[in-house]
């Protein structure tokens, strides 16, 4: 894989990057803060997002292949309970997330 | 112009530098030494955070590379993965909206909307006012973008040195992160619906379409909730 390729990938993935971005940018001009539409795409994004999460924690690609699902939804589940138990404490949440899930796993 | 890196930018980029910047440091850091296994060098990982800043869309460029996938595999890649970034700023840019700021400050701002600056944005924009949202949205998201061009570059020279375990743990940040944010922010029936479906649904329908399921997942659960609590209530 030659160096020139490389970066010739790494501009089409920023144009296929920003692509998005921008066509987001000039819709939203169409966009009421207030209105049916915004609450439209509200739940479309909330529901990608949520469906990106779950699939990180069930079907993870990378470094996190190697651990277990179990020890990943355990860490999670119990996360969420800190995350109530805090009232909603987002930092301690989720540090306590990364420590459990590092004491589950090894 | 001359109003935007006011206090509310610096108060942003103040709030961008704590545990978001954290969490999505601990990813980056990871994509360094992704990118130095995937046989990128340091410049080529510096410049990908720089212009192309979306991890997941990141990575399935260096998994495209890994298996000598063409260039129209790696611009179709990344386009499906990073499909999501339309809705959201969609989403996002009316939040932000000032009456006589020019449009291409929104395409300029576009370029920092991931999902890390959306969530925790959209979670905390109500205590900001109207007025200054722009400002301190910049200022956090681009934060975030220059603080993950730092942690790629780092994570690159120092991949192999690290503990795998630390190293797995740290990786394990980030989504973490993303579960506590939404989770906190479940405030309407709609979203929540939304959230709890999706949740369900996409690692269902990922053992039918692993490439379209998040996106699938997304737009199902979104139509169907949006249907039940807002057009038909």
């Not at chain 2, 206090?7 to 994509?31: D, N, T, V």
């Not at chain 2, 969530?119 to 400002?135: C, G, P, Q, S, T």
Request: glycine content about 6%; proline content about 3%.
């Amino acid at each position: 894989m030659s160096s020139s390729y490389i970066y010739f990938a790494i501009i089409l993935s920023a144009i296929a990057t920003y692509l998005p971005r921008i066509l987001g940018a000039m819709s939203s001009a169409y966009v009421d803060e207030n209105g049916k539409i915004f609450k439209f795409v509200s739940c479309i994004s909330y529901g990608i997002l949520a469906a990106l999460i779950s699939r990180i924690f069930i079907y993870p690609v990378g470094a996190l292949e190697e651990t277990a699902t179990l020890s990943r939804l355990i860490a999670a589940a119990l996360t969420i309970a800190c995350l109530f138990m805090t009232r909603k404490n987002v930092l301690f949440s989720s540090l306590f997330g990364i420590i459990l899930f590092g004491i589950i796993e090894y | 112009m001359k109003n935007t890196f006011n206090k509310s930018f610096r108060q942003g980029c103040f709030e961008g530098a704590g545990i978001p910047g954290i969490s999505l440091c601990a990813s980056f850091f990871a994509l360094g030494a992704v990118f130095k296994n995937t046989g990128l060098d340091a410049y080529q990982s510096f410049l990908s955070t720089l212009i192309a800043f979306a991890l997941p869309g990141q990575v399935v460029m260096a998994e495209t590379l890994i298996v000598q996938g063409a260039l129209l595999n790696v611009f179709l890649a990344v386009l499906l993965t990073n499909a999501r970034l339309y809705p959201m700023t969609v989403n996002l840019i009316p939040v932000v909206r000032q009456e006589g700021r020019p449009k291409w400050h929104y395409y300029v701002l576009s370029h920092f909307i991931a999902v890390t600056s959306w969530v925790h944005f959209l979670a905390n924009y109500e205590k900001i006012k109207k007025e200054d949202r722009f400002n301190f949205f910049l200022g956090f998201s681009s934060t975030l973008w220059f603080l993950s061009v730092i942690a790629t570059v780092i994570g690159f020279y120092i991949a192999g040195i690290i503990s795998k375990k630390i190293f797995i743990a740290l990786i394990f940040l980030n989504p973490i992160y993303f579960l506590c944010m939404v989770v906190s922010n479940l405030r309407t029936k709609h979203i929540i619906f939304t959230v709890i479906f999706s949740f369900i649904l996409s690692p269902i329908l990922f053992l039918l379409s692993p490439q379209w399921s998040v996106v699938i997942a997304g737009l199902v659960a979104g139509i169907v909730s949006y249907l039940i609590f807002i057009h038909f209530k």
